[in-house]
């Protein structure tokens, strides 16, 4: 082997160069060459490139970003340190920030920090160049080329891969990794419906997707803008239109301000839970570190050896251990805030576990109220997920009051280790979700369950838990209500255009219509596979060079590869020299390339195992997933 193509040069591929970096010495192979191809900046790639907004900022603390493989993770390769986004700003890459013109944000800087996405882009680029410098380095030096262009198309030559690229050169690789990352896809058809119709009716309508990359000028001033969407994208598309229109905050905390600029238009914002996603913890204590409870292989073995339901068998092992970590963390904490022995309290728990597993269907709620007397203090995941299922309220202020509440609430919380049982969650569901991905590359969910549940369900669970933004932005967004910057729409948004204006409305206010001539759908576009815009991906699909899961049924489906991430082709069979990574391939969403560290990310695990089976150090891949397919649509 001569040499490798990547095509995308983000922070997954830069992931992969530092492990083929820790492996090559123990490969017979030579590798003389390595080409990454990408029309954006090699190392931040397209969605962390510099060029964006400093308003924007990332949703984890600086503490919590690596790129770099630590003694957590389970791989064969060694580990070769390297710091952490903190560890750079404030060592190595102090000098980059400075030369950079950012030297503003570092007033402060810490670990506990929420560096601006551009400091992510100069540490994301930073980190690309070591692994070249680690690379190009070696006893036997690797080149690598950076080709600034964009990927049209692979095909096979003589055993080799030759890629031809926009630019109209030619790459020619023993074998190919493509990883381009976060892709667009094209147009939904509810999408392209409300463009014709915000067309022909003259209104502004922002379509999902990246909110860096969108225009967000169309939307007018001084007037009602409908958001949909009150996640991470929403609060991009916030701080846009407030800040990034010369408003500004005064204070801090519950007194913070926002001085508005009257340039700003009159946000709307509601959702299908009709709240924003959780904040991030701002503290941090000791919590269990034990893997959940009752997920493991002999456990499970009590439902059979068919697949699993993630309704019958995993949603409530999920929400048990998600309950059980919550008084776990009080008891061990704070025990006098339980009224019983934890050992009593534990065992009452086990009583209601899924009865093939030995527990009871009964309910203990009554039991709970009892032995936790502060209803602070008191786990239920309804409330968590869903905090306004079943409201309905007699006017808008009524409504407006209560999602205040609950966003206050949550804030609170954040900021106060009392409540130390959230992390305790947070950490419970993460190990969960970790273990449903390892669960779903064994084959032991069907093609519904897969797409509709664990790609679509779980995962926006664990983000609305586990990947919320920043608690000051949550803060800043009650300072716009304050100011009458940003109105509260409710749950269960419905969105329409009557009488050529967009409306909105919520089922928690029946009869109560918001209408506007602006629309933003903030949240990133169905990830189907098939309707990916992207030219080289859409010609190996059109070649059955890749297949997606349940290709034109009920199930919108992503690209399906082998347990070493090899593309499955239309004949059943896959190509020995390509590779397929991301979030558009089936189980690639839990695969981030940069992780929080200590947690044996699954991303750094995949990067290893691939850097080694392209050195020639894997062993025989092995089946694949298993997908069991259905003609029923999902409930």
Not at 124 to 143: G, Y
Not at 252 to 261: D, I
Not at 438 to 461: K, P, T, V, W, Y
Not at 623 to 632: E, F, I, M, N, Q
């Amino acid at each position: 082997m001569s040499s490798i193509a990547f095509v995308g040069g983000g922070p997954r591929t830069t992931g992969i160069l530092l492990r083929l970096a820790a492996s090559v010495a123990d490969s017979d192979r030579r590798l003389r060459e390595i080409h990454v191809i990408d029309p954006f900046p090699a190392g931040s790639g397209r969605i962390w490139r510099r060029r964006q907004s400093g308003l924007l900022w990332m949703n984890s603390m600086a503490q919590d970003v690596s790129i770099f493989a630590d003694e957590s993770v389970e791989m064969e390769g060694r580990v070769i340190p390297g710091p952490t986004l903190e560890e750079w700003v404030l060592g190595p890459g102090r000098t980059t920030v400075l030369g950079a013109g950012l030297g503003a944000e570092l007033e402060g800087f810490s670990g506990r920090s929420f560096a601006s996405r551009r400091i992510q882009s100069l540490y994301l680029d930073w980190a690309f160049r070591e692994a070249v410098n680690r690379l190009e380095h070696l006893p036997q030096p690797i080149r690598v080329q950076i080709l600034t262009a964009r990927a049209l198309e692979v095909i096979d030559v003589d055993a080799e891969q030759v890629i031809r690229l926009s630019d109209g050169g030619v790459v020619t690789a023993a074998q190919v990794v493509l990883a381009q990352g976060h892709l667009d896809v094209l147009p939904s058809a509810e999408s392209s419906a409300l463009a014709s119709l915000a067309a022909t009716e003259g209104l502004s309508y922002v379509p999902p997707g990246f909110t860096a990359d969108q225009d967000l000028s169309v939307v007018p001033s001084s007037r009602p803008v409908i958001v949909r969407g009150f996640g991470l994208a929403f609060i991009d598309a916030m701080v846009l239109l407030t800040e990034g229109r010369g408003g500004y905050y005064i204070g801090s905390g519950p007194g913070l301000e926002y001085v508005a600029s009257g340039d700003e238009p009159e946000i709307w914002v509601g959702s299908g839970r009709g709240v924003p996603l959780l904040p991030k913890i701002a503290y941090s204590v000791p919590v269990l570190s034990d893997p959940p409870l009752y997920l493991d292989d002999h456990s499970l073995s009590a439902f059979g050896d068919g697949l699993l339901g993630y309704h019958e068998h995993l949603l409530p092992l999920l929400t048990w251990n998600l309950e059980y970590a919550h008084y776990s963390q009080l008891a061990r904490t704070d025990p006098s805030r339980i009224r019983v022995p934890w050992e009593e309290f534990s065992a009452q728990l086990h009583r209601i576990l899924p009865a093939p597993l030995g527990g009871g269907a009964e309910s203990i709620a009554d039991y709970v109220a009892a032995a936790v007397p502060h209803p602070a203090d008191r786990f239920s995941f309804d409330r968590l997920n869903r905090p306004l299922d079943g409201l309905v309220f007699s006017g808008r202020a009524a409504l407006e009051e209560s999602v205040g509440a609950v966003i206050s609430s949550r804030i609170e919380r954040a900021a106060d280790p009392r409540y130390s049982m959230d992390q305790a969650v947070f950490f419970t569901l993460l190990r969960v979700y970790f273990r449903v991905h390892e669960l779903a590359g064994q084959g032991r969910f069907s093609l519904i369950d897969l797409r509709e549940n664990i790609d679509r369900s779980l995962h926006r669970l664990f983000s609305y838990i586990a990947s919320g933004p920043p608690p000051v932005r949550l803060e800043q967004l009650l300072a716009l209500h304050r100011a009458g910057v940003l109105r509260f729409l409710g749950p269960d948004l419905s969105v329409g255009i009557e009488d050529g204006l967009f409306t909105a409305s919520s089922p928690a206010l029946p009869g109560d219509v918001i209408h506007a001539t602006a629309l933003i759908d903030a949240y990133l576009a169905d990830d189907a596979a098939s309707a990916v815009d992207d030219e080289l991906l859409q010609r190996l699909l059109g070649d059955g060079e890749v297949t997606v899961e349940s290709p034109g049924g009920p199930v919108r489906g992503k690209f399906v590869v082998d347990t070493v991430g090899r593309p499955l082709r239309a004949d059943g069979t896959v190509h020995t020299s390509r590779y397929l990574l991301g979030p558009m391939v089936s189980g690639g969403g839990s695969e981030a390339p940069f992780s929080r560290p200590g947690t044996n990310s699954r991303g750094f695990q995949r990067a290893d195992q691939l850097a080694r089976r392209l050195l020639g150090l894997a062993g025989t891949p092995g089946p694949g997933v298993r997908l069991a397919t259905s003609s029923r649509h999902p409930d």
